[in-house]
Antibody
Framework: EVQLEESGGGLVQPGGSLRLSCAVS????????MNWVRQAPGKGLEWVSY????????YYADSVKGRFTISRDNAKNSLYLQMNSLRAEDTAVYYC???????????WGQGTVVTVSS | QSALTQPASVSGSPGQSITISCTGT?????????VSWYQQYPGKAPKLMIY???KWPSGVSNRFSGSKSGNTASLTISGLQPEDEADYYC??????????FGGGTKLTVL
């Protein structure tokens, strides 16, 4: 069964850092691009970042560029999101999602909650 | 990039058809056939319903269909069923290796 499971969320103060992880199983991880997408409380979805299967191509939304870093370890079947200089507006549920077709995501994790507050 | 524009809510009765619009610009929806649609139940992860404008992922009912005219993409749900009641989000490639989502539409099945 294809599964994605996020972890690493929590409460952090403004300016702090957090590292999210996404453990995958049930498919050949290295063959797929991956995305991080977030959803602020009561709000819509927002794309955060993309990484290709080989990590050779990486993209970020303007809202996180320079503060967040996406990475992956294909040997460990894991995706990561290092989040630095966190702001209150980064508060959201963060989903990892498997890339599908051109710029879609077909499999999503259940999300991990990040709260940035003092 | 600005979010794509969706109606906040739509409603329909069981068996009817409804359409959810998703309006962008000539830089995103209008330029690329790369609109996807997601269904999301409260507290749950999104589910891909349509990708690349008109294609169905495996396992998705063909009661869901996608289309586009100019800068507006649409999701049509035919033969509305109670379990279709959910939030729906459109998403488009916006150039410069970025994605933009719509604000979401709450579908109510009366």
């Amino acid at each position: 069964e294809v599964q994605l499971e996020e972890s690493g969320g929590g409460l952090v103060q403004p300016g702090g850092s957090l590292r999210l992880s996404c453990a995958v199983s049930g498919f050949i991880f290295s063959s797929y691009s991956m995305n991080w997408v977030r959803q602020a409380p009561g709000k819509g979805l927002e794309w955060v970042s993309y990484i290709s299967g080989s990590s050779s191509t990486i993209y970020y939304a303007d809202s996180v560029k320079g503060r967040f870093t996406i990475s992956r370890d294909n040997a460990k079947n894991s995706l990561y999101l290092q989040m630095n200089s966190l702001r209150a507006e980064d508060t959201a549920v963060y989903y990892c999602a498997r890339g599908f077709g051109s710029w879609a995501s077909d499999i999503w994790g259940q999300g991990t909650v990040v709260t940035v507050s003092s | 990039q600005s979010a794509l524009t969706q109606p906040a809510s739509v409603s329909g009765s069981p068996g009817q058809s409804i359409t959810i619009s998703c309006t962008g610009t000539s830089s995103d929806v209008g330029r690329y056939n790369l609109v996807s649609w997601y269904q999301q139940y409260p507290g749950k992860a999104p589910k891909l319903m349509i990708y690349e404008g008109t294609k169905w992922p495996s396992g998705v009912s063909n009661r869901f269909s996608g289309s586009k005219s100019g800068n507006t993409a649409s999701l049509t749900i035919s033969g509305l069923q109670p379990e279709d009641e959910a939030d729906y989000y459109c998403c488009s490639y916006a150039g410069s290796s970025t994605l933009v989502f719509g604000g979401g539409t709450k579908l109510t099945v009366l």
